[in-house]
């Protein structure tokens, strides 16, 4: 099955500066990527995602890449504001298959530094 | 307010003990999906529905974990004889489905803690 593997664990900027997430699963078939943002005490909640006919997709502060060849794909913020402190996750799954659960990583815990 | 929501919030049980666990989707939303959550961890799929047709079960669950949607809305998660390890959160999401995986609305969880 699927894995999803995430780095770094935490992460920690300076407000103003960008922040980058990185990503690689295993299944070649998977074809969508989404990234969550969880903050304390909530559940997860979907900021972005990209699909595998695209590599690269933006919205405003947020994009995220897709390298299918490597099966990498990353999440970039820029000029972080404190309100993006929170626990991102990446995920991957195979999109119109039967079997289209989506896994999830482990989370980067983002800390934006005054 | 028309989100995912789940009951109880907080559940905390002698081990050995049953407890259930109560997830309404967003009306119309055809997925549900149960995951689960431990501290410092992503969350782990446990099973999902498509209307009322359970479509998959993960291997992490043991035949303690028993999930239904009778009537492809509301879900229920049962754990039987309960476990220290079964100490987590339990998050429930509902997607339109048909074909798309799309996004996944999630609930704000039931904290589990057995004792």
């Known amino acids: 099955g699927e894995n999803v593997e995430q780095h770094p664990s935490t992460l920690s900027v300076q407000e103003g500066d960008s922040a980058v997430i990185k990503c690689t699963y295993s299944?070649?078939?998977?074809?969508?990527f989404p990234w969550y943002k969880q903050e304390l005490g909530k559940g997860p909640q979907l900021i972005i995602d990209i699909r595998s006919n695209v590599g690269e997709k933006k919205d405003q502060r947020i994009a995220v890449t897709l390298n299918k060849t490597a099966k990498h794909f990353s999440l970039h913020i820029t000029e972080t504001q404190p309100e993006d402190s929170a626990v991102y996750f990446c995920?991957?799954?195979?999109?119109?298959?039967?079997?289209?659960?989506?896994?999830f990583g482990k989370g980067t815990r983002l800390h934006i530094l005054p | 307010d028309t989100g995912v929501s789940q009951d109880p919030r907080h559940k905390i049980t002698k081990r050995g003990q049953n407890v259930t666990f109560r997830c309404d989707p967003i009306s119309e939303h055809n997925r549900l999906y149960w995951y689960r959550q431990t501290l410092g961890q992503g969350p782990e799929f446990l099973t999902y529905?498509?209307?009322?047709?359970?479509?998959?079960k993960s291997r992490l669950l043991s035949d303690r974990f028993s999930a239904e949607r009778p009537k492809g809305s509301f879900s229920t998660l049962e754990i039987q004889r309960t476990e220290q390890g079964d100490s987590a959160m339990y998050l429930c999401?509902?997607?339109?489905?048909?074909?798309?995986?799309?996004?996944?609305?999630f609930g704000e969880g039931s904290r589990l803690t057995v004792l």
């Open positions: 995920a991957a799954s195979i999109e119109g298959n039967r079997d289209d659960k989506i896994i």
């Open positions: 999401a509902s997607s339109p489905g048909q074909g798309a995986t799309g996004e996944l609305f």
């Open positions: 299944d070649s078939a998977s074809n969508y």
């Open positions: 529905f498509q209307n009322e047709a359970q479509l998959e």
